[in-house]
């Protein structure tokens, strides 16, 4: 009675298990012209042995869908991706070994954005994990900041009365002038008046 419950255990432990895909993030949000890793994880139960995963993953779309990665057998297969995706994904092999898939893409553009789904095969065991990633057009980059040279050396951006140096210099910069020509003029009026007498 006991060897048939164990072995009833068993074999539904046997049959229950099956592969486990997750996601390491559900969203991701990124900028045109970066780069971004996506990230799966999934259950294995392999010998460390790679001949035995089979991975699809694909970018979804309402009108078709583009190969995004495709690993056969352990092995990638580049002539299935699609070609908007050629030279800009690269996956990391040592870590495929502990049961996770990490994509690297790289100059990623406003229309990768959408819903990308993996399907991982190990055997008799398939799983399936989606995400989503949203780029945003690349924002425009602040323009250096110039000293601006019409304000006489002080800051634009400063508001208020000028300072108290700042009003006496003005007073001689406008009266001088003004002395000068008034002191002249008197002078040669004196000079003026002192010949005709």
């Known amino acids: 009675m006991i060897c048939r419950i164990l072995l009833l255990f068993i074999l539904t432990s046997c049959v229950c298990a099956s592969l486990v895909v997750n996601v390491t993030q559900s ?5 045109e012209n970066h780069n971004i890793t996506l990230e799966w994880t999934f259950t294995t139960r392999t010998d460390g042995s790679l001949k035995s995963i089979n991975i699809y993953c694909e970018m979804v ?4 869908f583009f190969v995004l990665f495709h690993l056969h057998e352990g092995v990638e297969s580049p002539e ?3 070609e908007r995706f050629s030279g800009r994904v690269q996956f ?3 870590v495929l070994r502990e049961g996770r898939l990490r994509l690297h893409m790289s100059r990623i553009r406003t229309d990768d954005s ?3 789904v ?3 095969f190990t055997g008799h ?3 399936s994990k989606q995400c989503h990633l949203n780029v945003t057009a690349e924002r425009d980059r602040p323009k250096p900041e110039t000293p601006n040279t019409t304000s006489g050396g002080r800051d634009p951006s400063t508001t208020g009365s000028p300072s108290q140096a700042e009003r006496w210099g003005r007073i001689v910069l406008y009266c001088v002038p003004g002395v000068i020509v008034a002191g002249g003029t008197l002078l040669g ?5 002192c010949r005709k007498h």
């Open 27 to 31: 969203s991701y949000q990124a900028e």
């Open 61 to 64: 779309t309402d009108v078709r």
């Open 80 to 82: 299935s991706q699609h």
């Open 92 to 94: 990391d092999k040592d």
């Open 114 to 116: 959408g819903l990308y």
């Open 118 to 120: 993996c399907d991982v």
């Open 125 to 127: 065991d398939e799983g």
């Open 189 to 193: 009026v004196c000079y003026y008046m």
